[in-house]
């Protein structure tokens, strides 16, 4: 069974950090992209972060300096280190999948971020 599975997040006060996490199974782990997403209410889901199996990354402009994301492929985990973090960090936090030959993405369930004093 394909599947994307996060943990880690939760609530902190800004300036604080969590790790995300996110376990993939069911499906090649080295052959796909692999991606963190965040939707926070009331807003359009936005790409945070990616990283190819070679270890390229890149990041949307408002986290560059502060996340860093890593995946372990000997664990077919992908992770999401988010230091200084601010309010406007909140939302939900999604991991994806996306195969390089193309297809369809898979999404994990989502895992609440909350940035709050």
């Known amino acids: 069974q394909v599947q994307l599975v996060e943990s880690g997040g939760g609530l902190v006060q800004p300036g604080g950090s969590l790790r995300l996490s996110c376990a993939a199974s069911?499906?090649?782990?080295?052959?796909?992209?692999m991606s963190w997403y965040r939707q926070a209410p009331g807003k359009e889901r936005e790409l945070v972060a990616t990283?190819?199996?070679?270890?390229?990354?890149q990041y949307v402009d408002s986290v560059k300096g502060r996340f860093t994301i890593s995946r372990d492929s000997a664990k077919n985990t992908v992770f999401l280190q988010m230091n200084s973090l601010k309010p406007e960090d909140t939302a939900v936090y999604y991991c994806?999948?996306?195969?390089?030959?193309?297809?369809?993405?898979?999404w994990g369930q989502g895992t609440q971020v909350t940035v709050s004093s």
């Open positions: 069911g499906f090649t782990f080295s052959f796909y992209t």
């Open positions: 994806s999948a996306l195969p390089y030959s193309g297809g369809r993405r898979i």
């Open positions: 990283i190819v199996s070679a270890g390229r990354t």
